[in-house]
């Protein structure tokens, strides 16, 4: 199997290079990006025949398609998702390749769906949307409503506290002018609209609205809402749901700071760039994360997902997580699961051909039985609870 990892030599992409070198199917594996340099140095670090670096601007459009002529899979890493998502699919399926990416925005999520019907007359497998979240927690939330009889509400949640990466030696020092694309992405997540579902209708929101979940064993767990995949596209596998929605946890002490900031964005006080650059900056950054970790519950997991509903007749939650992570941060638990979609492929779990989202196509203990072995001795440690029981 030939691979073409599309930032591959960006933070996740990189977790996603060294789990696919975990398998000897994979035959060759190209990471392609704008930063030669830095993909040259992480290719030569790997020691592995294997893998070759290529420098790729992919807005070049034809340049794009010349990568993906030698390979089989794309595996696409480079954000954020609502400028690059939609183009790089439909390049993948125009040139017959199977693809994966990581994809976190909602809106190109839906214009990635729409072209299922294309990728099935090309015979391409697709999913969208397979990190941590969106991705482990939708596999996460079609745990926690198996064990309803009837689900009516699923809710994703997750630490902001966690969505930081280790280094693993190849972080570029932090440049004048440079973005981070994780903050663009929360940025705009914030200073938009946001798509949930809401007593069975698709409603535009207000991010950050404020809401208490009575998790089985955790008690109330204080949650607001954020712009994500997973609001739209679990309906498509519980259609019977009535709300659904994404959100974070453990912020309420920046609640205020990222409205003001979402605020000025959504009046065109400042762009969304350089609110990102505001909230990822090096005082930002650090003065976030240690307010965060100051009030973080260690009793609560990383991502939780809350399903509620009906079990025997009677009003029940339930509620899933992993407890035992890979090491490295956000980057590996998201670029792990990316790299899962090619054992999934290559073994046939993945049999639809389409544009899917992961709950559609991939089945929870398949999944977490390929990603147990990244999280030590004992595993992700997948638990799942419900209130009935």
Known sequence: MRVLALGGSGGMGRATVRAALTYDFVTEIVVAGIDGELAERFVASLNDPRVRNLSLDITDSQALRQAMDSVDVVLNSTGPFFRFGVPILTAAIEAGKHYCDICDDWQPTLQMLELSEQAQRKGVKAVIGLGASPGII??????????????????SAWKLSGAINDDDGFTPPPTAGQVDAAAVHLMHCLSEKIRILHQGQFIDSKPLEHSVLDFPTLGELDVWSLG????????????QLQNCYNGMLGIEDLVADLRAVAEAVANGQVSVDDAARQLAGDGGRAARQERLAAKDRADVPSALAYAAGYKNGQPATAGAFIGNRPSGGMATITGIPH????????????????????????????????????????????TVLCSAD
């Open 138 to 155: 939708n596999l996460l939330s079609v745990k926690a409503a198996s064990t309803l009889d009837q689900v009516d509400t699923l809710v």
């Open 228 to 239: 994500h995949p997973e609001a739209v596209t679990l309906v498509r596998r519980f259609p």
């Open 339 to 382: 790299a899962l979609f090619l054992p999934l492929l290559h073994h046939g779990d993945i049999q639809r051909t389409g544009v899917f989202a992961p709950e559609e196509v991939i089945d929870p203990d398949r999944f977490f039985e390929l990603f147990d072995p990244f999280c030590g001795e004992q595993g992700a440690d997948l």
